[in-house]
């Protein structure tokens, strides 16, 4: 996400030897750094002005993007395609890209990267491990049938295209949004608290971390890069008849073990 600290090693020296370095990066300190030290660059947020034509699914303009890797690679050069974050997480372009070489006999792999979900976590000091954590597209959740566990963590990715369903526009508007929020408080009260967060992607900029009560979010700021993360609800409760099964199996277990001790 930041290019200072954040980039692996073995990121690094792939960009720095491999033949040509195929980019979709938004920031533009990162791109003036990849120009400079990549024996060869190709840049492709240009394509990104498709989605202003009248008609044109996003989809076809991620396509374009992928043949494009593909094309150098074809060429018989040893390409690496460079993302901002985890290269496999709400980034199509490198799974497409990635299959369709492998599809056609050449190797290809993914190296993993920092995430805007591991920024998350240790700006807000979460730990996903403590309630648990379900994680979705907040388009997808409003579409489809989804059971929401309200004792855990909720992250709700891309809020700021929520119900844009033509994959024509990177925007919402305030109904759209207002139908997500009726979707959520079936599940959450509209008072509860939840943030709004966008990770730190240069080192002069600080992240965004603003909380606001559910039933405000139509009308709250989303960018594209916005996530919409929902604290835990409820309490957890336990399963009493489970821990009964698992204190009967320890009590078996000790037995067996006072008994064997005693033949001994």
């Given at each position: 996400m930041r290019m200072g600290g954040q980039l692996t090693?073995?990121?690094q020296s792939y960009i720095e030897n491999f033949d040509v370095v195929v980019a979709a990066i938004p920031n533009i300190f990162t791109r003036k750094w990849l120009m400079?030290?990549?024996?060869?660059?190709?840049?492709?947020?240009?394509?990104?002005?498709?989605?202003?034509?009248?008609?044109?699914?996003?989809?076809?303009?991620?396509?374009?993007?992928?043949?494009?890797?593909?094309?150098?690679?074809?060429s018989g050069k040893r390409v690496c395609a460079a993302f901002y974050g985890h290269p496999g997480i709400f980034a199509c372009i490198s799974?497409?890209?990635?299959?369709?070489?492998?599809?056609?006999?050449?190797?290809?792999?993914?190296?993993?990267?920092?995430?805007?979900?591991?920024?998350?976590?240790?700006?807000?000091?979460?730990?996903?491990?403590t309630r648990g954590m379900q994680s979705m597209e907040s388009t997808q959740?409003?579409?489809?049938?989804?059971?929401i566990?309200?004792?855990?963590?909720l992250i709700l990715w891309q809020p700021g295209i929520a119900g844009e369903l033509a994959l024509k526009k990177l925007e919402t508007n305030e109904e759209y949004l207002q139908v997500l929020v009726d979707k959520l408080t079936r599940t959450y009260p509209p008072e509860h608290?939840?943030?709004?967060?966008?990770?730190?992607?240069?080192?002069?900029?600080?992240?965004?971390?603003?909380?606001?009560?559910?039933?405000?979010?139509?009308?709250?700021?989303?960018?594209?890069?916005?996530t919409l993360v929902i604290p835990a609800a409820q309490d957890l409760q336990?399963?009493?008849?489970?821990?009964?099964?698992?204190?009967?199996?320890?009590?078996r277990r000790q037995s067996a073990r006072g008994e064997m001790a005693e033949q001994a």
């Open positions: 090693p073995i990121a400079g030290v990549a024996k060869e660059y190709i840049c492709l947020n240009d394509y990104y002005a498709d989605m202003r034509e009248d008609g044109k699914n996003r989809r076809n303009t991620y396509r374009r993007m992928a043949d494009t890797i593909l094309a150098e690679m074809r799974h497409m890209a990635i299959a369709d070489a492998r599809a056609e006999g050449y190797e290809a792999h993914m190296e993993p990267g920092i995430s805007a979900l591991d920024c998350l976590v240790a700006d807000l000091g979460i730990d996903p491990g959740f409003m579409i489809y049938q989804r059971n566990d309200p004792t855990s963590l608290e939840v943030y709004l967060y966008e990770a730190a992607t240069d080192p002069l900029e600080k992240a965004r971390i603003d909380k606001l009560q559910l039933k405000d979010l139509p009308r709250a700021f989303l960018k594209q890069i916005t336990k399963d009493q008849s489970i821990i009964d099964q698992l204190d009967a199996i320890t009590a």
